[in-house]
């Protein structure tokens, strides 16, 4: 399919009739519902890009009676603040998503990981979930919903350090396998998605999977939620279709002199100008969970990977040894190679530790931090030396 | 069966295997640290990363279960670089000051840099960026976290093996690090210093407090005699640390090498292990006869033992409403430490001012019970210094012992004799079995009804063992027993001591006597034991402790020549004013955090 540039959509915050869209799915036999989310090529929206149908048909396929969905609403990611407007203005959505993955699944059961700076949003929530254990009732369906709170901690995003967290223990990652889908929370068989993906399933759903691939390319299929903010006179919340260049992205909502921007918040990629044009927006090329940070001219990309890699060090669990000893590493590496402490050619160095914690680590926050850390180094290495 | 290739072998393994055992079936050895056999799989340390064909990432090997089909490399060059930075930053963060640390040479992270790193560190030293903490406060080990690596062994010890968790991870990221119950010392938390985390620290971040060199100062005093006793479970284990394999018993050794340390009285906590059996058969019979024929509601029932200082603390911490079902006897230790300084300086006409009295234990939790205020009753401290069988090995090793090419002597005495019902105190049930050696033939005068003495239900390594032994043909004295049916339980690691003291704290236990040992294993699988210690090793003690039982001509508590002779001479008998001075106690309630 043709990248057509980019085009502003509007179908996340589309009002639906939500009882309308349910006893539709309900209806539905449970490969219905999947092959329908199979046929939409929708990908997790949490910014892995996991097929979600596929996600789906696993658990299915699990002979366990007690299965549960759990919505991961714990929007950790620097720079991504799309499921909060999400959870605000259409929490019906994502309670519906939830009803219909419990459909395709086989879970009467589901759980909202709300991250802990949430915390406000939960009066409003529990008025639209009452609204929805009702209607959900008057179908004549059962399924129920209930929200656990994050204490803050980045790692708690991470879907095994979810569940850890949900069932009262440290939120630490576990081994996989098992994965979620055969051992998830309760070492129930889980589907876990997240919000922004919970809804998008509805509306594929109500709208049908054929007209929903009109939408994006081949790899990146429809639109998605973007979470905008830097260096930019318009940041907020855009919803645009899938399959732009940056340069396409850049030249709508960059201010005239962006330098490089930042794809899928920490974890994600720095691209700077000069690969603008040839870098597609998706999984063809760099993936987001939403998070677009824009940096103009006047920013020092040397301070930009510093926070990140502070960031990291912080947030990391601290129990694998790549990730809690090479942020550490990499943190303190840079800061010695620009005070002049460590020559520049350490750079290389800690280069090669960001690929070994991309291979080494137990999870994906270790696995990403080199993410940052080399695009920035490799693009930007004379603002980290000087 | 699963069919996979390491390193372009094929190996076949049951299903479940992992990755790193499959390996271990080729002969191929995976480096591990996190790892330990007796704990469940943590996978965090990622030293035991290999390469998976067709995989994005590189896999741990001992988190990893084959598949059919998987291709595995684990000398690959992108495997030998990932192991080599994995190791480099462990370094990074562990303060290496080796050849000051006392697990210089035992050090996994050590034997690891010794392969993986050399020549000029690749990274910065970490250790100087932060304010570390040494924790010494525990009369039995030293945790001192600049060492520690995050490996977690000593948490999940302290939560799956013991139940206890007085320390746990806190903190995420570069502040992350293993602490207690609001960083308190470890002298003010729950710990039961059972020292099992110490035998699983790969480096020197736990490690137990040595005595050492206080006891070769006392050595060294031409003042003071020096007593020293050994614990039943040293002897089957001591040798491990001197280049034997598990399970080979140096007993007689052992004391030459004592005796040679300079030692001026090398006895056997056996004695007392032996005196334990009277007193407390004794004790558990009386309670029997005041709850069953006087009916008198005060008596508490089951009764437990009360040999195991770990055990002790744990219940003064966790079920203090049960201080009163545990034995008043003291632990064979001080019992031993109680005589040492009145019944044995009176016998060899020594100032017990002057007797310094030692103990060579498994355990290091017999380091914080011989600082327990109660083990005074000589007047003086009843054992002033406990040492555990590893820091034995250290003081062999420091005084240049041959220890392979020692004759065997045996012990002095008064207070050398042993039977063989003391030895098996080292094996959890070897309590209880002793126990009912003796009560059994106390109340009917027959031995007690099992094949060579061995009673058989009471052994092995179950975490919970019941029996149930019935009294027939009971002499006259002890007519009210007749036809009762004694039923008896065995813990051995606090987990399952947990279960039964909670099924007792719940009314939902009809035991009469319970031994427990806050030990897997108890004693030969204790802290102080050599390291490694796991499963396959604590059964090779255990077999060595009933073969040494077997072999020793009496193997009954009361048939103790010298026991005999200490109630004639000295004590009276059991339970007698004398005894309970000296040889029994109570203990006390503490915090539940």
């Known amino acids: 399919m043709e990248n057509r540039g980019l085009i502003k959509v509007d179908l996340i915050f589309e009002t639906i009739d939500s009882g309308k869209v349910l006893s539709k799915a309900f209806r539905m036999s449970n490969d219905e519902i999947i092959k329908e989310i199979l046929d939409s090529g929708l990908r997790g929206r949490g910014g892995a890009g996991f097929p979600t149908g596929m996600k789906w048909k696993f658990t299915a396929a699990e002979k366990d009676q007690e299965k549960y969905i759990v919505c991961n609403a714990d929007e950790g990611e620097p720079g991504t603040f799309k499921d909060r407007e999400i959870l605000d203005r259409v929490a019906y959505k994502v309670f519906g998503g939830m009803a219909i993955a419990g459909k395709a699944i086989g879970s009467k059961k589901g759980y909202v990981y709300l991250r802990g700076e949430y915390r406000f949003l939960l009066p409003q929530l529990y008025t639209e979930l009452d609204k929805f254990h009702k209607l959900i009732k008057e179908i004549g369906y059962d399924f129920s919903i209930e929200f656990r709170m994050g204490s803050g901690a980045y790692i708690c995003g991470e879907e095994s350090a979810l569940f850890e967290s949900i069932e009262g223990f440290r939120g630490e990652p576990r081994n996989k396998p098992p994965y979620p889908t055969t051992c998830g929370v309760f070492n129930k068989p889980t589907s876990i998605n997240n919000v922004e993906t919970l809804v998008t399933a509805m509306m594929i759903i109500e709208k049908s999977a054929a007209e929903y691939v009109k939408l994006g390319t081949q790899d990146s299929r429809g639109s998605k939620v973007f979470s905008i903010s830097g260096d930019t006179p318009t940041p907020g919340i855009f919803e645009l279709e899938l399959g732009m260049t940056v340069g396409e992205f850049v030249a709508e909502f960059g201010d005239g002199d962006t330098k490089a921007v930042q794809v899928g918040g920490a974890s994600g990629f720095c691209v700077p100008r000069k690969k603008f044009d040839e870098t597609i927006i998706g999984f063809e090329g760099v993936p987001t969970g939403g998070s677009m940070k824009l940096f103009n001219s006047s920013r020092s990309m040397y301070n930009v990977l510093h926070n990140y890699l502070d960031f990291f060090t912080e947030e990391s669990c601290g129990q694998c040894t790549p990730c809690r000893v090479g942020c550490q590493q990499l943190l303190l590496g840079i800061e010695k190679v620009k005070k002049g402490e460590m020559k520049s050619v350490y750079l290389n160095e800690l280069v090669k530790l960001a690929d070994t914690m991309k291979v080494a680590s137990k999870c994906g926050l270790g696995q990403s931090v080199g993410n940052a850390f080399k695009s920035i180094v490799e693009n930007f290495r004379e603002e980290i030396i000087y | 069966m699963i069919n996979l290739k390491i390193n372009d072998q094929h190996v076949n393994v049951p299903e479940g295997t992992t990755v790193l055992n499959a390996a271990k079936e080729l002969g191929i050895n995976i480096p591990t640290l996190c790892n330990h056999k007796d704990l469940c799989v943590a996978g965090n340390c990622r030293v035991c990363v290999v390469e998976q064909k067709g995989a994005r990432t590189l896999i741990a090997a001992c988190a990893m279960p084959a598949s059919e089909g998987m291709e595995i490399y684990t000398n690959s060059l992108k495997v030998r670089n990932a192991r080599k930075h994995i190791v480099e930053l462990l370094l990074s963060e562990h303060k290496s000051d080796c050849t000051k640390c006392y697990k210089n040479q035992k050090c996994e992270l050590q034997r690891l840099a010794n392969e993986y790193s050399f020549g ?207 034995s008043t006897c003291k632990s064979p230790q001080q019992m031993f430490g109680a005589l040492s300084k009145t019944y044995f300086a009176q016998k060899r006409n020594i100032d017990p001012s002057k007797i310094v009295s030692v103990s060579i234990m498994p355990c290091t939790a017999k380091k914080y ?42 012990y002095d005495s008064v207070m050398g004799d042993s039977t063989g019902a003391a030895v098996i105190f080292g094996a959890t049930g070897g309590v209880m079995e002793a126990a009912l050696r003796t009560a059994y033939e106390i109340v009917t005068g027959r031995e007690v009804p099992f094949k060579n003495l061995n009673i058989a239900p009471v052994r092995g390594m179950d975490g919970v063992k019941e029996a149930t032994v019935k009294i027939e043909g009971t002499t006259e004295d002890w007519n009210f027993l007749e036809g009762a049916e004694l039923k008896v339980a065995i813990a051995h690691g606090l987990v399952n001591a947990n279960k039964i003291a909670r099924a007792v704290a719940e009314g939902k236990a009809s035991y009469h006597f319970i031994e427990i040992m806050a030990c897997p294993g108890g004693c030969i699988g204790g802290g102080g034991q050599p390291i490694p210690t796991n499963m396959e090793i604590r059964q090779k003690r255990m077999e060595a402790i009933y073969s040494e039982d077997e072999n020793l001509p009496l193997r009954k508590s009361h048939e103790n020549p010298e026991v005999i002779a200490i109630y004639n001479d000295f004590l009276t008998k059991p339970n007698s004013h004398k005894s309970h001075e000296l040889l029994h106690t109570h203990y006390v309630e503490r915090e539940s955090y």
């Open chain 2, 369 to 410: 019970e011989a600082d327990r205020p109660e083990m005074r009753s000589s007047g003086y401290k009843d054992v002033d210094y406990v040492l555990t069988t590893r820091e034995l090995a250290v003081m062999v090793k420091q005084a240049g012992i041959d220890f392979r090419n020692l004759e065997e002597t045996k």
């Open chain 2, 120 to 326: 000029e560190e690749v990274f910065l030293d970490l250790t100087e960026e932060v304010k570390y903490k040494i924790d010494r406060s525990s009369p039995s080990f030293i945790k001192d976290d600049s060492k520690c690596i995050r490996c977690q062994r000593c948490v999940r010890t302290c939560s799956q093996l013991q139940q206890v968790s007085a320390i746990a991870v806190a903190n995420k990221g570069s502040h992350q690090k293993i602490s207690s119950f609001h960083d308190r010392p470890m002298s003010h938390v729950v710990c039961t210093n059972c020292g099992q985390c110490v035998n699983r620290c790969p480096t020197g971040a736990l490690v137990e407090k040595t005595y050492i060199d206080l006891v070769w100062d006392a050595i060294y005093d031409s003042d003071k005699h020096v007593v020293v006793q050994t614990a039943p479970a040293v002897r089957v284990a001591l040798g491990e640390d001197l280049g034997y394999d598990p399970g080979e018993r140096v007993t007689g050794k052992m004391v030459t090498a004592l005796k040679q340390l300079g030692f001026d009285s090398v006895l056997d906590t056996d004695f007392t292990a032996d005196l334990t059996i009277m007193e407390e058969g004794t004790e558990l019979l009386t309670r029997l006869k005041k709850a069953l024929v006087d009916g008198d509601k005060e008596i508490s029932l089951p009764m437990f033992t009360s040999c195991s200082p770990g055990w002790i603390k744990f219940i003064e911490h966790k079920y203090p409403k049960l201080l009163n079902n545990l």
